[in-house]
């Protein structure tokens, strides 16, 4: 299965600031996804990434709140930005990688902690 | 809402017992997937069934399909400590996009 690296792996931030969280994958994939999971809840879609075209975002998720960047095969940015605290979350990339993983199957990133004061 | 549902929410079991975790969803699907996450970590990949599909086994799990109830059964045949985490059952309705369940904290004692 493919191998997913995020950075940074937490971090503590002040509200009304930004972050942007990098998914680095060890091979070339088409298709890559953002999740955003809260305290206690389970995971919600926020976009799918796919390099050359725009994200496609999903319903309470918007690009100018949380831009994304998808230059090449192996890498993308989510960014979280002006946040507050109802930012708090645990963001997860994830990829499809049809070649090793087999179609549908998608393997996650270890995630990035984020806690707004 | 395509969030599927989970029960029980919590499980507690003594080591070597099995473990059953139930799955229910709302749409239609071209698959099911479950995984598994350790203390908010990231999700490793357990197994995917597909619609046509009505059972799979891998290694010492168990997934049920059945998608005239539109639910999904996770079996795990004698459990150890280390299986404690959360379990997700996702749905794929055929778009790529994955809708994760509510969970299930599995809690094996040792």
């Known amino acids: 299965s493919a191998v997913i690296s995020q950075k940074p792996s937490r971090d503590i931030c002040q509200r009304g600031t930004s972050l942007t969280i990098q998914c680095q994958v060890d091979s070339q994939v088409t298709m890559m996804f953002w999740y955003r999971q809260q305290p206690g809840q389970s995971l919600t879609l926020i976009a799918t990434a796919n390099q050359g075209s725009e994200a496609t975002y999903e319903s309470g998720f918007v690009i100018d709140k949380f831009p994304i960047s998808r230059p090449n095969l192996t890498f993308s940015t989510l960014t979280v930005s002006n946040m507050s605290p109802e930012d708090s979350s645990i963001y997860l990339c994830?990829?499809?990688?049809?070649?090793?993983?087999?179609?549908?199957?998608?393997?996650f990133g270890p995630g990035t902690r984020l806690t707004v004061l | 809402s395509q969030q599927g549902e989970e029960d029980p929410q919590a499980l507690s079991i003594q080591e070597g017992e099995n473990a059953t975790m139930n799955c229910s969803y709302k749409t239609s699907i071209n698959n099911l997937q479950w995984y598994r996450q350790n203390s908010g970590r990231g999700l490793v990949h357990l197994i995917l069934i597909r619609s046509n599909e009505r059972e799979k086994h891998s290694g010492r799990l168990r997934v049920t399909l059945d998608t005239s109830k539109k639910s999904s059964s996770l079996l795990i045949t004698a459990s150890r400590a280390a299986d404690t985490a959360s379990y997700f059952c996702?749905?794929?309705?055929?778009?790529?996009?994955?809708?994760f369940g509510t969970g299930t904290r599995l809690t094996v004692i040792p």
């Open positions: 994830s990829v499809e990688d049809p070649e090793r993983g087999g179609m549908d199957t998608q393997y």
């Open positions: 996702a749905t794929d309705p055929g778009a790529n996009n994955l809708f």
